[in-house]
C-alpha cells in the first residue's frame, strides 16, 4: 500500500492497526491466489498443498502440534487428515509418547506431490520478488512474528473463554 493510500485509510477513521490487519488478510487472500496458479501450472491441486507442506516440514507430528503452528482448530485439521490419508497423501503412525495420539507422515506419493509443489512455490515467490523493496529475509522475520503473536492472540482467547 503507497503511503498516500495508507494516510487516506488513517484519515477516515481506519486506525493503523486496522490497517495492519487489513493488509494481512488482503495479502493472504493474494498469497492463495498466487500460489494457486503456479500450483495448477505444475499439475497440483492447490487444495490442502498448504496443509500438507505443514507435515512435510514437520513430520512426523501429531495433529495437535499441526493446530498449534496452524492456528486451525482442531476439527478442521481432523478433517484435513482424514482427506490426506484417503488421498494416500499421508499415513498415520503410532506415537510412542502419548498412546490417545498418533503421528503422521509423508507417504511416498504425498512426498512425490510435495517434491512436484515446492518448485511451483518458488515460482511463484521469484513472480513476488522483483515487487518488493526489502530482502525476504527481513520480510520473513516480520511475518514469523506476526504469525507468533496471532497463534498467541488466539489462544488466549480460547484459555479466557474456558
Do not use: C
Not at 484519515?11 to 488482503?26: A, I, K, M, N
Not at 478442521?76 to 510412542?96: F, M, S
Amino acid at each position: 500500500m503507497s503511503r498516500d493510500a495508507y494516510d487516506r485509510l488513517v484519515e477516515r477513521s481506519w486506525d493503523p492497526d486496522t490497517v495492519l490487519l487489513q493488509e494481512l488478510y488482503s495479502a493472504a487472500v493474494l498469497v492463495e491466489l498466487l500460489v494457486g496458479e503456479e500450483l495448477r501450472a505444475a499439475g497440483v491441486q492447490p487444495q490442502l498443498f498448504s496443509f500438507l507442506g505443514w507435515i512435510a516440514f514437520l513430520e512426523p507430528v501429531t495433529p495437535g502440534r499441526l493446530a498449534g503452528e496452524t492456528g486451525m482448530p482442531p476439527t478442521t485439521i481432523r478433517d484435513y487428515i482424514r482427506r490426506l490419508v484417503e488421498r494416500g497423501d499421508v499415513r498415520k503412525t503410532t506415537n510412542a509418547d502419548d498412546g490417545r495420539s498418533y503421528l503422521l507422515v509423508l507417504t511416498p506419493k504425498g512426498r512425490r506431490l510435495v517434491d512436484r509443489g515446492r518448485p511451483a512455490v518458488a515460482a511463484a515467490f521469484a513472480r513476488l520478488r522483483p515487487q518488493l523493496t526489502r530482502p525476504a529475509d527481513e520480510h520473513l522475520v516480520a511475518v514469523e512474528e506476526l504469525r507468533r503473536g496471532l497463534k498467541d492472540a488466539l489462544a488466549a482467547r480460547s484459555r479466557s473463554r474456558a
